[in-house]
């Protein structure tokens, strides 16, 4: 199975997916903001990212516009919006900025983790 960097400011929603993703046989790697969620990146080379948008210190979008700017794109793992903004601006916003896909909160664990497979045999 993969690495995965999950960005989430929320402690309980954060160490759940982690659960559930180490469960089914994924490396997790834990970031509290965006700030930190770049610190991890650099760190563990991810292979898939899933990532908050509001969060302290560096939301989702700034996290992936500072992501773009410190690496190449062939760098940078798909990366996944997983928010409660589910305004139609902030999803076409996100796909624009390169996420691969925006799955809004309160999702579904079987549909995130077939999304997430997907996405890691890509």
């Known amino acids: 199975m993969g690495k995965i960097l999950i960005i989430e400011d929320d402690k309980l929603l954060r160490e759940t997916l982690a659960e559930i993703l180490e469960f089914t046989g994924h490396n997790v790697v834990e970031a509290g903001n965006g ?10 080379a991810p292979e898939l990212i899933i990532c ?7 939301d989702g979008f700034d ?21 409660a903004k589910t305004e139609e601006k902030n999803i076409r916003r996100g796909l624009n900025m ?25």
């Open 35 to 44: 700030k930190e969620g770049i610190i991890k990146f650099n760190e563990s």
């Open 52 to 58: 908050d948008i509001n969060m302290p210190f560096m």
């Open 63 to 83: 996290m992936l516009k500072n992501l773009h700017k410190l690496h190449k794109e062939d760098e940078i793992p798909p990366f996944i919006f997983l928010s």
């Open 98 to 122: 390169g996420a691969v896909d925006f799955v809004t909160k309160p999702y579904s664990a079987p549909e995130l983790l077939k999304l997430i497979d997907s996405r890691l045999k890509e």
